[in-house]
T-cell receptor, first 116, second 115 residues
Framework: GAGVSQSPRYKVAKRGQDVALRCDPI?????LFWYQQALGQGPEFLTY????????KSGLPSDRFFAERPEGSVSTLKIQRTQQEDSAVYLC??????????????FGPGTRLTVL | AQKVTQAQTEISVVEKEDVTLDCVYE???????LFWYKQPPSGELVFLIR??????QNEISGRYSWNFQKSTSSFNFTITASQVVDSAVYFC????????????FGKGTKLSVKP
C-alpha cells in the first residue's frame, strides 16, 4: 500500500527565498508530525497536527516556519526567507489514533533542503 | 527534562558477529514509550519496536532482541549474527505519556557490517 510521500525530495534554495515542502500522509491517518534532521543528528520535532488542527508547534525554530494541513490530509511546511542554518532533511510522519501516542509513526523519505 | 542518549556514534563489525546498541533515556513521566527506528542509506526511517514503560519484558524478533531495564533507564538493542543488510543508522526514541506523541530521538548509532 502507499506510504507517506514527500515532495520535492531535494530542494536547493538561495538564502532569502521562500520554500514549501509537501507531505502526503497515509490515507486515514489523523496524526501528522514534522521533524527536522540536521546532518549526523537525530530528527527533532517541529510540529504536530491532529486532522486539520495544529495542536503543537513548540518545535518550530522561528516565526519563519509555518505549517498547515487545511483539509486534514496533505500538509505543507513553509519556510520564509531561508537561512543557511535551515539546511536539513525535513521528515514527515503520520500515525493512527489522535496523538499517535500508542501507535508507530510511519515516516516519509524526507525532503533534503540545501540553502546556499 | 526528557532526553535520549546513544553514546556509541559508530560501530563496525564483521558479518555474523553479534552487536549491541546502547540507549539510555531520561524522563520524569511514569508513563512513556520507547522506540527503535532504523535509517538505511536510502534515508527513510523504519519502525522496529515500541515498548511501554509498564512492560519490562524483553522481546525477541528473529535476529533482533531488546533489553528494557527501568532500573538503569536503558533500552538496548542486540542484533545476533549480523548481516551486511543491517548496515544503517539506528535511532532510539522516547515518547512521553503527557505529550501528543512526538518522538524525542537520540543522535543515532551508525552500524557498519563488513562482509
Amino acid at each position: 500500500g502507499a506510504g507517506v510521500s514527500q515532495s520535492p525530495r531535494y530542494k536547493v534554495a538561495k538564502r532569502g527565498q521562500d520554500v514549501a515542502l509537501r507531505c502526503d500522509p497515509i490515507s486515514g491517518h489523523v496524526s501528522l508530525f514534522w521533524y527536522q534532521q540536521a546532518l549526523g543528528q537525530g530528527p527533532e520535532f517541529l510540529t504536530y497536527f491532529q486532522n486539520e488542527a495544529q495542536l503543537d508547534k513548540s518545535g518550530l525554530p522561528s516565526d519563519r516556519f509555518f505549517a498547515e494541513r487545511p483539509e486534514g490530509s496533505v500538509s505543507t511546511l513553509k519556510i520564509q526567507r531561508t537561512q543557511q542554518e535551515d539546511s536539513a532533511v525535513y521528515l514527515c510522519a503520520s500515525s493512527t489514533m489522535s496523538g499517535g501516542l500508542y501507535n508507530e509513526q510511519f515516516f516519509g523519505p524526507g525532503t533534503r533542503l540545501t540553502v546556499l | 527534562a526528557q532526553k535520549v542518549t546513544q553514546a556509541q556514534t559508530e560501530i563496525s563489525v564483521v558479518e555474523k558477529e553479534d552487536v549491541t546498541l546502547d540507549c539510555v533515556y531520561e524522563t520524569r513521566d511514569t508513563t512513556y514509550y520507547l522506540f527503535w527506528y532504523k535509517q538505511p542509506p536510502s534515508g527513510e526511517l523504519v519502525f522496529l519496536i515500541r515498548r511501554n514503560s509498564f512492560d519490562e519484558q524483553n522481546e525477541i524478533s528473529g535476529r533482533y532482541s531488546w533489553n528494557f531495564q527501568k532500573s538503569t533507564s536503558s533500552f538496548n538493542f542486540t542484533i545476533t549474527a549480523s548481516q551486511v543488510v543491517d548496515s544503517a543508522v539506528y535511532f532510539c526514541a522516547l515518547s512521553e505519556g503527557g505529550s501528543q506523541g512526538n518522538l524525542i530521538f537520540g543522535k543515532g548509532t551508525k552500524l557498519s557490517v563488513k562482509p
